[in-house]
């Protein structure tokens, strides 16, 4: 069983609707990292959370330390928001979630 | 500008020949990781450095891979002998800061092994 599990694998949406991507973990923790990768790229940063809430333009991650779970959302989504998202978490070494794999069609 | 640099970004290489991959780390980050990540899957630690100390490797860190963190500050990452399943990003990560929660993440060197 992997550490950090992402919901759902792959996600394919309307431009302008409200996306959510999940992630549960189960090892305990010092901070959870949303990161983004588009094709071919390398990962961005997107938010570090190791409490409540983050916002950032049409993007928001929340967390919730008694449930071991963040929730990455993006509201009126775009086609340049189609990448891969990664939950990760640190402790004393990075655990990463498999991602989840966005794509916004026009 | 994610602190944390990583060189070349792309490498294209034939089988056999040996490549060796660079990350410059945030000068107080004094714990250094390196994963690799194959396409459709997460990333996978191959090994860890708190300064120059390599703490922890990974099984995926066969023989052919080794890792060096000279001084506690830039490290590289080699590989001999490549072969194709080696073809993947390399990430580099570190860990710091006062609680040594700050992370950054590198862009990553994506080897292609023809």
């Known amino acids: 069983k992997n550490e950090v599990e992402q919901s759902p694998q792959n996600l394919t949406a309307q431009e302008g609707e409200f996306i959510t991507i999940n992630c549960s973990y189960s090892?305990?923790?010092?901070?959870l990292h949303w990161l983004q990768q588009h094709p071919g790229g390398g990962i961005v940063s997107l938010f570090m959370?190791?409490?409540g809430k983050k916002k950032h333009g049409r993007l928001i991650a929340t967390i919730n330390i008694q449930e071991k779970h963040s929730s990455l959302h993006i509201t009126a989504s775009h086609p340049r928001d189609s990448a891969v998202y990664i939950c990760?978490?640190?402790?004393?070494?990075?655990?990463f979630g498999t991602g989840t794999s966005l794509t916004v069609i026009p | 500008d994610t602190g944390v640099s990583q060189d070349p970004r792309h490498k294209i290489t034939k089988r056999g020949q040996n490549v060796t991959f660079r990350c410059d780390p945030i000068?107080?980050?004094?714990?250094l990781y390196w994963y690799r990540q194959t396409l459709g899957q997460g990333p996978e630690f191959l090994t860890y450095?708190?300064?120059?100390?390599?703490?922890?490797k990974s099984r995926l860190l066969s023989d052919r891979f080794s890792a060096e963190r000279p001084k506690g500050s830039f490290s590289t990452l080699e590989i001999q002998r490549t072969e194709q399943g080696d073809s993947a990003m390399y990430l580099c990560?570190?860990?710091?800061?006062?609680?040594?929660?700050?992370?950054?993440f590198g862009q990553g060197t994506r080897l292609t092994v023809v």
């Open positions: 450095f708190q300064n120059e100390a390599q703490l922890e």
């Open positions: 990760a978490v640190t402790g004393n070494q990075f655990y």
């Open positions: 000068s107080e980050h004094n714990r």
């Open positions: 959370l190791s409490s």
């Open positions: 990560a570190t860990l710091g800061g006062r609680l040594g929660t700050e992370a950054f």
């Open positions: 090892v305990g923790i010092s901070a």
